[in-house]
């Protein structure tokens, strides 16, 4: 079945500095991917819809000067979270669509972000 | 947009016995309605979907019914196993949507040995 790769796993940063979370369609090309941050033992929140070629679409309240997302190709987005802080630790997940509209979402791994 | 809600939270069962988790939606034009399974720091895990020109589906101890008119669907989980427990999360969508996914608060499952 399709398979979303992410990473890393699990990354920590100091405050002030930037991550870079790479997610990989690795056997279809997804042109759209979703980010999500999920807080313990909460739901997923979407943060962005990331479109290869365009830019990304960012929910209401998500800093997109914060959270960079890149979508330079048909099998790799990536989410960069820029002068990080403590509260931006988080669980990070991608997700990608293997087909058309309302085929089910492949989720990655996730990556845990702890900020010090 | 979508607003998905969910109950209960947290479902405690005894080995064997049956799970239903339940949500609602309020857009009437979202179309498919997917469950996902997610273990502790791990990536949810579609288990079973349903689109909404069926009104039930079943896949093994896994069932999920949809009633359209009240906006409403449900996830069954029979002979619950402990490796059932897991964090269950509902979610909607329409065709059109650009958010894909509305997803509902989750249900802590633990199933007792």
């Known amino acids: 079945g399709a398979v979303v790769s992410q990473h890393p796993s699990r990354v920590i940063c100091k405050s002030g500095t930037s991550v870079k979370i790479e997610c990989r369609s690795l056997d279809f090309q997804a042109t759209t991917m979703f980010w999500y941050r999920q807080f313990p033992k909460k739901s997923l929140m979407l943060m962005a819809t990331s479109n290869e070629g365009s830019k990304a679409t960012y929910e209401q309240g998500v800093e997109k000067d914060k959270f960079l997302i890149n979508h330079a190709s048909l099998t790799l987005s990536t989410l960069t979270v820029t002068s990080a802080h403590p509260e931006d630790s988080s669980f990070y997940i991608c997700s990608a669509r293997s087909g058309f509209t309302n085929s089910p979402l492949h989720f990655g791994n996730g990556t845990r972000l702890t900020v010090t | 947009g979508e607003n998905v809600e969910q109950h209960p939270s947290t479902l405690s069962v005894q080995e064997g016995d049956s799970a239903v988790i339940k949500c609602t939606y309020s857009?009437?034009?979202?179309?498919?309605f997917p469950w996902y399974k997610q273990e502790l720091g791990k990536r949810p895990q579609l288990i079973i979907d349903?689109?909404?020109?069926?009104g039930e589906k079943k896949d093994q101890r896994i069932a999920v019914t949809l009633n359209k008119t009240a906006k409403h669907f449900s996830l069954h989980i029979t002979e619950t196993q402990p490796e059932d427990s897991a964090v269950y999360f509902c979610a909607a969508s329409f065709s059109g949507s650009a958010r894909q996914l509305t997803f509902g608060s989750g249900t802590q499952l633990t199933v007792l040995p």
């Open positions: 857009d009437s034009a979202s179309n498919y």
């Open positions: 349903i689109r909404s020109n069926v």
